[in-house]
């Protein structure tokens, strides 16, 4: 019996392969050679109003992503108007003095492309990707959008609403409590970080469109900025778009922000008492450096050891051990000025003191400790072989050049980035972790049933010990 022509019955192939003597099953084929990667040239200058130019010239396809980043995050907002930089940058399409919203999204529409408008902490983004033949039409969209909106009353009105039922679902929720709470117990109270980058419902509350302009007017400025362009664009037509388009923008602002101070209050240990609640969400955190650190790359090294993987020491222990959860992490997240490292996870409530033990002690044996060798090298292998996979888009690569400017990078830092990672050796990863990681002044905040878990938090000596209402 035979199969199709030119082939032998499934059965007779399979005996076939079984019985090769090159084909071992008993263990996983090992990992193949670093692939080699190479970025194009990032092209760097300046307009006469301060507004920085980056670009990368790649024309596999007729596609173009520009970013427009403005000094306009959250961080610059005083704590009594929290939440009026994402109020204002998520108005920004509702009109400008030429259109109304809908005529907008009728232009935009018309040319096959949209726009994104995101605010962090640092920053402000306004972006898109469209054909390279329509680049110029919708630049003078992205043009108009930024230094001419009017934010109609209406429509600063539909955006505060949403906002504060946001707000309010983020308290409802207790992952997100938990993200919440954990910075209020880190960072002191005058501190931007101490809020959400939602902001609060006291200060959106109060808000409405006349104080959207007013920020806008001071703040949507070429100062302290960006524009990036990647794509089938050539050079010299970078400069001349970011001159025809943001050339007479005017440097509204200084574009610097305050300075803060970053260390934590004094350790706190919290419960965010729900009555009832089956489990716990749990919290573990420090102030961590800023972004473009000398400890960043092997304090990212170092995390995925710890809790940034799987294979991770904390998923294997809470996870794999003791069957405390589905998952743990760990992870920092670097800002231009100081950042957060966490660990997180999610356990029953009759586990809840069990597994915030267990985590300590994973947590304090690793800094003790350092990753081992076999870590390092299991992490540098993986940091150093997903790279690439993150830098495959005009759009990926448009979000890494904005990040040159939004943190004031180098301009070879992503092209450096692989051989660095590969760079660290074990002595640096362990030394970057002890200094600044440390299990004795960590924040510790549970959201769970404060009746069923908070003698036992007690028990564990970790500090004094506060219970809040949900």
Not at 87 to 94: F, I
């Amino acid at each position: 019996m035979t199969g199709r022509r030119g082939e032998k019955p499934p059965h007779e192939s399979r005996s076939a392969i079984e019985s090769s003597p090159h084909v071992e099953r008993a263990t996983a084929p090992p990992p193949g050679p670093l692939q080699p990667f190479h970025l194009p040239e990032v092209r760097a200058g300046a307009l006469p109003n301060g507004l920085a130019l980056r670009s990368m010239e790649r024309g596999q396809v007729p596609l173009v992503s520009a970013r427009l980043v403005l000094a306009a995050g959250e961080i610059s907002v005083p704590r009594e108007r929290a939440g009026l930089a994402v109020l204002t940058g998520d108005s920004l399409q509702g009109g400008t003095a030429r259109r109304s919203g809908v005529q907008l999204a009728e232009a935009l529409e018309s040319l096959g492309s949209a726009l994104r408008v995101s605010v962090g902490w640092e920053a402000m983004s306004v972006e898109f990707t469209c054909l390279a033949e329509r680049l110029d039409e919708m630049l003078s969209l992205l043009a108009e959008v930024v230094r001419e909106p009017s934010f109609p009353d209406e429509e600063v009105e539909r955006i505060r609403r949403q906002r504060l039922a946001t707000i309010h679902q983020r308290r409802m929720e207790p992952d997100e409590r938990a993200d919440d709470e954990l910075d209020r117990a880190i960072f002191a109270p005058d501190h931007p970080f101490h809020r959400s980058l939602a902001g609060t419902a006291e200060a959106v509350g109060s808000l409405g469109a006349a104080d959207a302009r007013t920020y806008a007017a001071a703040s949507y400025g070429a100062a302290g900025g960006g524009f990036v362009l990647v794509g089938d664009i050539p050079r010299e037509r970078v400069v001349e778009l970011g001159e025809r388009h943001f050339g007479e923008w005017l440097p509204n602002r200084s574009g610097a922000y305050p300075s803060f101070e970053a260390p934590a209050s004094e350790r706190r240990v919290v419960i965010v008492n729900r009555p009832g609640s089956v489990q716990s969400e749990l919290r573990i955190g420090l102030p961590g450096p800023s972004r473009g650190h000398p400890d960043e790359v092997p304090l990212r090294v170092a995390n995925l050891a710890l809790g940034g993987s799987f294979t991770s020491r904390l998923n294997l222990s809470l996870r794999e051990r003791h069957g405390f959860t589905y998952g743990a992490r760990s992870g920092f997240a670097f800002r231009k000025r100081g950042g957060l490292f966490s660990i997180s996870t999610a356990v029953q409530t009759d586990v809840t003191v069990a597994a915030l033990g267990e985590t300590m002690e994973v947590f304090r044996r690793f800094v003790e400790e350092g990753p081992s060798p076999v870590e390092m090298e299991r992490s540098r292998d993986y940091l150093a072989g997903v790279f690439p996979l993150r830098m495959e888009s005009t759009s990926q690569l448009a979000d890494r050049l904005a990040e040159l400017v939004i943190y004031g990078l180098p301009h070879d830092y992503h092209h450096r980035y692989r051989d660095e990672i590969r760079g660290v050796q074990i002595e640096g990863a362990r030394a970057a972790v002890l200094a600044h990681l440390d299990p004795a002044t960590c924040a510790v905040v549970l959201v769970g049933d404060a009746d069923r878990i908070a003698s036992g938090v007690s028990e564990l000596g970790l500090g004094p010990l506060e219970v809040l209402d949900a």
